[in-house]
């Protein structure tokens, strides 16, 4: 009788190397675990864009103001006046009895040097910044900065400790962002927002890597998805709370009191089998795929795990690389390695630009800030379902091609669109936004894919600095506004398309094992070459056996 595709064996059992092929109750187990801790650490990532966010303010004038001044008053000058430069009073010493009046001032202005603000919902209030936006500007720079800063050594921290511990001390670490409530000035708030990007800095890059080994080929994907969505519901929580809690101070206490509560991933979160393989943890590495068998309910043969030794392990997941333990020197001299680095890390750079370019710019947009915010989040929605369903249909490789040179056409077809038609405007914004998230996401799982186990988290964290460069560019793109226009939209557009094109010399992906060394690299490209130039031998001979005959 005849065996069925699907069974591998007489006995109807699972290979080994396939325990984790199945999507079941431990992978939706450990989905959710690094979902809600994503989310959470998300909602200290942008902190910045409320309780550091601009305040309505304007200049005090002492000869007219009381004791609780008023943000508009009723005597304040009817004409349009910065906020920077105070009207000068006809009566610069006022007599007793005398109040100021819409009549009181004259038609110059003069430099500014005390301000009245409309709340204290932010530090702008504060640690009074009025008039001084690069100061304000900083604090979200300097997060950014703090996490270019750890990138690297985060993804080192991961290939050496493991994915699962340094993901549970960037989520629990995140807890020190709480003592920002407590700044005594504006230097000591910059320092805690540093220190805090610091120690979170490697969340993003470990949990992904470590979403994406726990899962199958089919799977891989899907993974990804669900963490670009616990970024999204991140950001769209942030801003329903924010709108509800407005001052900073009690925000602050939202946001940074839940990540205690990830010490107890120590006892619910599961490290990455591969990992342990990768680093000669093979007790450990056989009892998580026994574990894994059983809760997903795969027949695998549990003696012959038992009796596996380190060389049958290791050629049952196909790693090769028994000789030494890989280091980022070994990556380093591969050629094939460095070009799909190079690649993945430029277009996860232009990602970067392009979607917070686009979110940002968003809060410019006409009406509440907190409800553009919020939508701007939403929009990113729609695209990561459609990078689901044509990476998994289609490929990894020619969705984001087109993807990227879509989304530029998009950000450079807006440049054209006039003012006065803002409806054009705006439905170019919002589908640059959605493909935009779509690429962000579809690149970021794609990067993971084509660099081995064995240096992932280093090679991953060297594309996540180049990320970061494009999370500390973003939010400076407005100011390009001021000098022209069409600057900022025709860069997204350039980034974006250039990507795309970068993005044809790699290889594709889909529905192939992950890359476990890059011995193994190296030889799956020597293998393609091979067959390549056979193929092309035969194209020459044919021909030449036909015009014999």
């Known amino acids: 009788m005849a065996i069925s595709k699907n069974e591998t064996n007489e006995n109807n059992e699972t290979e080994i190397r396939d325990t984790m092929e199945k999507l079941g109750r431990y992978q939706i187990i450990q989905y959710a675990f690094s979902f809600i801790g994503t989310l959470v650490v998300t909602l200290s990532h942008i902190n910045y864009v ?8 304007r200049c005090r004038i002492p000869e007219c103001e009381d004791e609780s001044s008023e943000f508009k008053p009723v005597w304040w000058p009817s004409g349009t006046i910065d906020r920077c430069t105070r ?15 819409n009549e009181s001032f004259t038609d110059t202005v003069e430099m500014c040097t005390e301000w009245v603000y409309e709340s204290n919902d932010t530090v702008i209030a504060e640690f009074n910044l009025a008039c001084k936006p690069w100061m304000s500007n900083m604090i979200g720079t300097t997060h950014s900065i703090g996490i270019l800063i750890v990138m690297i050594v985060a993804g080192w921290m991961s290939d050496r400790f493991g994915r699962k511990p340094v993901f549970i001390f960037c989520c629990v670490g995140s ?3 709480y003592f920002k409530g407590y700044a005594p000035s504006y230097y000591v708030y910059v320092g805690i927002e540093l220190l805090e990007a610091v120690i979170t800095g490697g969340t993003y890059g470990t949990i992904s890597i470590l979403m994406i080994e726990i899962s199958g080929k089919k799977n891989r994907l899907l993974a990804g998805i669900i963490f670009a969505y616990s970024i999204y519901m991140g950001e769209s929580v942030y801003a329903i709370i924010a709108k509800f809690v407005p001052n900073w101070k009690n925000l602050i206490k939202i946001l940074y009191c839940p990540p205690i509560i990830f010490l107890s991933y120590i006892y619910f979160m599961k490290e990455s089998p591969r990992w342990q393989i990768i680093n000669g943890k093979f007790d450990d590495a056989k009892a998580a795929l026994l574990y ?4 997903n309910k795969v027949n695998i043969n549990e003696q012959k795990l038992a009796e596996m030794g380190e060389k049958e392990l290791k050629k049952e997941f196909n790693i090769t690389n028994n000789k030494h333990k890989e280091t980022i020197k070994d990556a380093f001299k591969s050629k094939e390695i460095m070009k799909r680095v190079t690649i993945g890390a430029f277009s996860r750079f232009s990602a970067c630009v392009v979607y917070y370019g686009l979110m940002i710019n968003s809060v410019f947009l006409p009406g509440d800030k907190y409800m553009n915010f919020f939508l701007s989040s939403i929009m990113s929605y729609p695209g990561d379902l ?25 950000c450079a077809a807006s440049v054209c669109v006039p003012d006065d038609v803002s409806w054009l405007k705006i439905t170019l914004f919002l589908l ?4 935009a998230s779509g690429c962000f996401i579809g690149v970021v799982a794609y990067a993971i894919e084509l660099v081995p186990t064995s240096v992932r988290g280093t090679l991953l964290g060297i ?7 494009g999370n500390v560019l973003a939010p400076l793109t407005p100011l390009l506004a001021t000098v022209s226009v069409i600057l900022p939209p025709l860069i997204f557009g350039v980034l974006a398309i250039t990507s795309g094109l970068l993005l044809t010399l790699t290889p594709e992906t889909k529905d192939l094992p992950l890359a476990e060394t890059v011995e193994q690299v190296e ?7 091979s067959r390549r130039k056979e193929n092309n031998l035969r194209g020459q001979d044919n021909p030449s056996f036909e015009n014999r005959n």
């Open 432 to 435: 640059g936004k959605m493909i």
């Open 463 to 469: 594309s996540g600095l180049t990320a970061t460069f």
């Open 386 to 410: 459609m990078a689901l369903y044509l990476m998994n249909k289609v490929g990894r490789k020619s969705p984001l091609i087109y993807g990227f040179v879509l989304c530029g056409l998009l």
């Open 175 to 177: 807890c020190i962002g």
């Open 523 to 529: 030889y799956e490209v020597r293998l393609r070459k």
């Open 292 to 295: 894994i068998s059983k809760m």
């Open 87 to 101: 009207p000068v009073s006809q009566y610069p010493t006022p007599t007793l009895g005398q109040s100021c009046t």
């Open 50 to 57: 409320f309780i550091a966010g601009d305040l309505d303010y």
